[in-house]
């Protein structure tokens, strides 16, 4: 019984430690990455949205050269 227990604290403590390191690579190597590209992602549609005001056919080509979804 006491072997369970001993054998179930250090599962825990091993466990502890891989969850610290993997939320360390992943908020400390991805959280950087994806707060950068949410920037770009912000600045784009702010761009987008100006020019699609200012230059609505400009903004109309800027849709046809970059939209996927058509087939030609």
Known sequence: M??????LGIAAI?????????GVVVFGVLGPLLG???K??????VVY???RIVAPDSARRLRDKFDTSRTY
Do not use: Q, S
């Not at 006491?2 to 054998?7: A, D, E, I, S, Y």
């Not at 770009?40 to 549609?45: E, H, M, T, Y």
């Open 49 to 51: 949205a100006a020019i």
């Open 14 to 22: 091993v466990a502890l430690f891989v969850l610290k390191v993997v």
């Open 36 to 38: 950068f590209a949410v």
């Open 40 to 45: 770009v992602l912000l600045v784009g549609a």
């Open 2 to 7: 006491l072997r369970t227990l001993f054998t």
